[in-house]
């Protein structure tokens, strides 16, 4: 896959990713959002966002769906477009040829669609107002589409939380930290399996060096993407510093990690950056430590994890390695942190 970074998808999937959290609960005020809408503009109303490959609906009002393939979704054509789209009679216009014009079983004979933006201009979803017959939308309909959409935005910002990596969308190191300190506990309590997973792109400094900040940004904001998709909502990706994640995969035995990394490898080393005529590919590498009742605390599993990191990279990168068995001493520095090796980046 070749990407041009003009095009700003993975910066759009990225801050998606960013309100990943505030997506997971119903929110209560979005109703009230689509209540207004259906009785102002069109008695068929939803919120959506638009992600890698599909359009989720996280709200709906007059209609009864979920999801649909972003290739066939109505939704899209907003936030592919960058703008609100306006179609008065969805079975004459071209553009809908070959999308889903019936969802949940109801036909859609005229729609209007808003892009919910971002502060940084990134459209990640759509505020959808539908009817079942051919109609025009006025200009007063159409700035209340609009308002209603920053409305729609508000409310989703209020609920981001704080302990995100803006660039990325993945959780900070101390807030990824907690994490493995709750499953570290979880886990030695009731017996059961987890794996940490440590990924770290390989000779990203040279590219950096050799291209710039802004190549730079796209190839962890699409390593991050890539990880993202990689996991289940029960799971947890966290920045863990520059060009270093963490994966947290409660309920999870060492094999299937692997099974995860390996994927996540042959995804990121099959990814192309076009950038000033010149294509850049990316590789990284990857340390698994499963969980054993025999680590003496978090810090020390983490330590695994960063080890069996330690151990792709001496073996020349693009690769996965897997933690010895803990040691009963707790590697620690003074501050409490995890030691690096020396040479690992």
Not at 52 to 64: D, P, T, W
Not at 230 to 240: E, H, Q
Not at 250 to 273: D, N, V
Not at 312 to 331: E, H, I
Request: with cysteine; net charge negative; glycine share 8%.
């Amino acid at each position: 896959m070749v990407m041009d970074i003009s095009t700003g998808e993975e910066g759009r999937l990225a801050a998606l990713n960013r309100m990943t959290t505030a997506l997971v609960a119903p929110i209560e005020s979005l109703d009230h959002i689509l209540e207004l809408a259906r009785i102002s503009i069109a008695p068929m109303v939803a919120i959506s966002i638009v992600d890698r490959s599909a359009e989720i609906v996280l709200a709906a009002c007059g209609a009864n769906y979920r999801r649909i393939e972003r290739s066939r979704s109505i939704a899209a054509l907003s936030v592919d477009m960058g703008q609100a789209v306006v179609i008065e009679d969805v079975a004459a216009d071209p553009r809908c040829a070959n999308l889903e014009c019936s969802p949940g079983g109801v036909p859609v004979g005229a729609c209007l669609g808003v892009p919910l933006q971002t502060a940084d201009g990134y459209v990640i979803g759509t505020l959808l107002m539908m009817d079942g017959s051919p109609r025009r939308f006025g200009e007063r309909e159409i700035a209340m589409a609009d308002h209603l959409a920053q409305l729609v935005m508000s409310e989703l910002v209020s609920r981001q939380p704080d302990e995100v990596d803006y660039l990325t969308g993945a959780l900070t190191r101390k807030t990824f930290r907690s994490e493995v300190d709750r499953e570290y506990a979880r886990a030695q309590r009731y017996d059961r399996p987890a794996t940490l997973i440590f990924v770290d792109i390989d000779g990203f400094h040279r590219v950096n060096s050799a291209f710039g900040a802004e190549i730079a940004d796209e190839v962890l904001k699409s390593v991050a993407n890539r990880a993202a998709e990689c996991l289940r909502t029960t799971d947890s990706l966290g920045r863990l510093g520059g060009e270093e994640f963490g994966m947290l995969l409660p309920e999870t035995m060492a094999y299937e990690a692997s099974q995860c990394a390996e994927r996540l490898r042959e995804e990121i080393g099959g990814l192309r950056f076009r950038y000033s005529g010149k294509v850049i590919s990316v590789t990284a590498s990857f340390g698994i430590a499963p969980f054993d009742p025999r680590l003496g605390s978090p810090t020390q599993w983490f330590a695994q994890a960063d080890i069996a990191l330690y151990e792709s990279k001496k073996a020349g990168g693009n690769c996965v390695s897997f933690a010895a068995l803990p040691q009963t001493a707790d590697p620690v520095s003074d501050e409490g942190e995890t030691t690096r090796p020396l040479g690992i980046h």
